[in-house]
């Protein structure tokens, strides 16, 4: 008790600086994690992705759609237990910087493999009866105000013409990391309107997704997939849905990287202010130290006092910067919108904010360590005056 009363007012001899030093750990702690926050958010739909769902889509690119023929052929695979579709829609709501994610999709099929969204079985009902009907995530209705019977307008920018979809349902979901800033609606209604408008675009679907009853069975199911369509004019392309999401990930794979060095970058910087923080509390105390040696305490008792410091001035930092964190990211993730559509801090930031901390004490005490316990008595005694 009495060595961590030393160490916490050797802590507090300089308020100011010790302050500053805290406050620049708090901010380097709070933007680490911040940051870490921000990549696991670009991750979160593969994190969330299921293990026995498929994704198949044109081996060309995904910007090719493929044959609504191909259902039935996929539904026949051995180990498929359904099937379903979906088209990426791209409409705009009102103004371009209002983007949300809007699907077309297959209906029931398409709901019965993702139980992720729950949905009350009234609204689920009302929905699948109007083929004008939409269904919207939690996060997507808070955000614009959204509420079950509301007509929301969508100008189409890859379905050209304006599109009116009635509100049948607000899912949840199931999960805290479930997407609900989504938007869906029957894919049979925009397929009616483009074979009126533009019939060779007809009858053709964005992706198709497999649910499988086993996740050992998924690369066999792919591969069955695939070579049912090879050498035709659409070949396919199966793979996990996990698999899927990280290919778009991949996209973006260079701001990703820059984003986890920038974070990493800035414990860098916060370790070497705290070192020289450090320096300068030992520089000034290497008469108190010498003084020490005289009365016995070996170099392990200074060794104790200076990482004590040290460590003490970087976890309070810390600490403060993870309190800090959730209504830091509440608030960004506010301010994002429908831009991420899961963003929470995760355990493992705060465990890598804590390790952060610590790494940043333990190296900051170590150059002060050496030269208290290297410093001679007499001239460290001569320095009294």
């Not at 969330?48 to 044959?67: D, E, I, K, Q």
């Not at 919207?136 to 105000?145: D, E, H, N, S, T």
């Not at 030992?282 to 040290?310: C, H, M, N, Q, W």
Request: overall charge positive.
């Amino acid at each position: 008790m009495y060595l961590l009363r030393l160490i916490s007012r050797n802590a507090l001899r300089h308020k100011l600086r010790t302050a500053l030093t805290v406050l620049g750990l708090v901010v380097a702690t709070l933007s680490f994690g911040l940051l870490q926050t921000v990549v696991d958010a670009w991750y979160s739909g593969a994190e969330g992705a299921s293990a026995t769902t498929l994704v198949t889509r044109n081996a060309t690119s995904l910007v090719f759609p493929l044959p609504l023929s191909y259902q039935e052929r996929v539904r026949a695979v051995d180990g498929v237990s359904g099937v379903g579709y979906a088209n990426w829609f791209g409409g705009i709501y009102q103004d371009p910087k209002n983007f949300f994610a809007q699907f077309a999709i297959s209906g029931k099929s398409y709901l019965d493999i993702y139980p992720d969204y729950l949905l009350p079985e009234a609204e689920r009902s009302a929905f699948l009866r109007d083929r004008k009907g939409a269904i919207v995530g939690r996060k997507l209705a808070m955000q614009y105000g959204f509420k079950v019977g509301d007509i929301i307008p969508l100008r189409g920018t890859i379905f050209p013409g304006q599109w009116e979809f009635v509100v049948r349902g607000i899912y949840d979901g199931r999960q805290s990391t479930t997407n609900t800033a989504t938007m869906f609606f029957h894919w049979d209604y925009i397929n009616e309107v483009v074979k009126r408008s533009i019939p060779r675009r007809a009858n053709q679907v964005g992706v198709y997704v497999v649910q499988i009853a086993h996740a050992e069975d998924a690369a066999a199911i792919s591969g069955a997939i695939d070579a049912q369509f090879r050498n035709s004019l659409a070949e396919t392309l199966t793979e996990t849905e996990k698999a899927f999401q990280l290919g778009f990930v991949s996209m973006s794979e260079a701001i990703v990287v820059a984003i986890r060095v920038v974070s990493f970058v800035v414990i860098v910087i916060i370790m070497a202010v705290m070192a020289n923080t450090m320096a300068m509390s030992a520089r000034e105390r290497l008469a108190e130290y010498a003084t020490l040696k005289v009365l016995g305490f070996g170099p392990g008792y200074l060794a104790v006092l200076i990482f004590g410091e040290s460590m003490l001035l970087a976890l309070a930092g810390a600490a403060l910067g993870i309190l800090l964190l959730f209504p830091v990211a509440a608030a960004f993730a506010a301010a994002m919108g429908t831009m991420f559509p899961v963003f929470q801090v995760s355990p493992l930031t705060v465990a890598l904010q804590l390790l952060s901390a610590m790494a940043v004490g333990l190296v900051a005490g170590i150059a002060p360590t050496l030269r208290a316990t290297r410093v001679n008595i007499v001239e460290g005694l001569r320095s009294i005056g």
